[in-house]
């Protein structure tokens, strides 16, 4: 598992995460599906590919003093499929 950075985040924020792939996508190719996966204790309430080739996701919950990885796994237009990890830290601010 590769993990791309580390954000952080209130527990009783929602807040939006961005995967870019951006510099890895080819000429002309696109982002044409996501899947988020999240650990257990935080949610992804929703998410969409912008500019072709970025994926947001809005993330709510979490407990203060923990870490929690978030996955995701893309399809692209040349049906290559990437996975990228984002580690959030819960914590009170």
């Known amino acids: 598992m590769s993990v791309s950075n580390v954000k952080s985040k209130d527990p009783n924020a929602t807040l939006d995460f961005k995967f870019n792939w951006d510099d890895w996508l080819s000429t002309g190719e696109t982002i044409i599906g996501q899947v988020i996966t999240t650990a257990s204790g935080i949610t992804s309430a929703s998410t969409s590919i912008i500019a072709s080739a970025c994926v947001v996701t809005w993330l709510i919950g979490g407990t203060s003093g923990h870490r ?23 914590k009170n601010r």
């Open 68 to 90: 929690y990885d978030v996955a995701c796994k893309i399809t692209t237009s040349a049906s290559r499929i990437d996975e990228r990890t984002m580690r959030i830290d819960v």
